[in-house]
């Protein structure tokens, strides 16, 4: 199923942070669309907590221990606007990304009648940055866990890009818990380890990145992501610099190279046929040459899922046509959970 692209916006979207409204060359970025070439001298050291950066909604901590550890999970905990539907939806980020982002998703689903708690995962955002071995199924734990401390039984559960395989592998360790699950532009529709081989993380990181190098990377990345780059994209930009500037940069990158491990040490491929709940892999088309193809694979593999793909979009569809990602999830979340009737049954 493919969605049409409406007419753009005649209104700019207001950026997420007003502490990080850019008055710099980026007044030339605004005109021409694209970031400016080097960062701006004005952008100063952010910390690798986020403290001073503001979300959209009030951020609560979850205190627990893991791994010998004390830690804690940030999240935002929204309740509905106007009559509650009596369901929740749990919101997953990315892996270059923030809470924060899920914005627009926020005020739909909670204006549909949803409880919306949106988490940074441990090791990201406002949560702490312990160093333990990362998985996505202590992802998935971390996320039942808040669950359990909020008093929700269930929950439809959403995630992007990495967020997605965390996601899909919560809903395959805890299915009573999971009433609908929906990946946008989920990486690792694929198992790629075969032949790859195997090294362990040596505890080597850059801890004096060339500065200019590391923006201009990000640049290219993040332009990829979107099929029209917007000036308010660049507040991830902004995070991502102003973090290399802190000084506890090299713990950041320590903790991020363990995280990135999982890109090439898991996968959830192989939990899709068991996962029975209803399924929506969503997302913008324009995500590389095979994204469309092993979307509709995924949504065959698994036993009640559907695919939902928008044309001329790219990684980041619920930033980049939030309207429409909004009415797809308002629509599919809206349905009926498919009553349990043993593993892998449509």
């Not at 202590?138 to 959403?158: K, P």
């Not at 892999?281 to 695919?307: C, T, W, Y």
């Amino acid at each position: 199923m493919s969605a049409q692209r409406p007419a753009p916006l005649s209104c700019v979207v207001v950026p997420l942070v007003a502490v990080l409204v850019l008055t710099l060359p980026g007044a030339v970025a605004a005109q021409s669309h694209r970031p400016p070439s080097e960062p701006p001298a004005e952008w100063g050291p952010i910390s690798i907590n986020l403290e001073g950066f503001e979300y959209p909604r009030p951020v609560e901590f979850m205190n627990f221990r893991v791994f010998g550890q004390d830690v804690r999970i940030a999240y935002m905990d929204v309740a509905p606007v106007g009559p509650a539907n009596g369901r929740a939806v749990v919101l997953h980020h990315g892996g270059s990304y923030y809470g924060w982002y899920w914005k627009s998703q926020i005020e739909a689903l909670t204006k549909a009648g949803y409880r919306v708690v949106v988490k940074d995962r441990l090791g990201w955002g406002k949560s702490s940055k312990p160093i333990l071995p990362y998985s996505m199924s202590l992802h998935a734990s971390n996320t039942a866990r808040l669950m359990d401390h909020l008093g929700i039984d269930q929950a439809a559960i959403v995630g992007h890009s990495i967020g997605g395989q965390m996601a899909t592998r919560f809903a395959f360790l805890y299915p009573e818990k999971t009433t609908h699950l929906v990946t946008v532009n989920q990486i690792g529709l694929t198992d790629r380890r075969p032949g790859r081989g195997f090294r362990p993380f040596d505890g080597e990181i850059d801890a004096d990145p060339d500065l200019q190098a590391a923006y201009e990377a990000d640049v290219r990345t993040d332009t990829r992501r979107y099929v029209e780059w917007r000036p308010e994209f660049l507040d991830h930009l902004r995070i991502r610099h102003g973090q290399r500037l802190s000084g506890d940069w090299p713990r950041l990158a320590y903790v991020r190279r363990l995280g990135g491990n999982l890109r090439s040490m898991d996968t959830v491929v192989d939990d899709w046929p068991h996962i029975g709940a209803k399924t929506l892999i969503l997302g913008g088309e324009i995500d590389g040459p095979e994204f469309p193809a092993n979307a509709r694979r995924a949504a065959e593999i698994l036993p009640n899922g559907e695919v939902f793909l928008i044309p001329d979009v790219g990684h980041n569809p619920h930033e980049e046509v939030p309207d429409i990602v909004n009415a797809e999830l308002v629509r599919f979340l809206g349905t009926d959970p498919v009553e349990p009737h043993g593993e892998g049954q449509r």
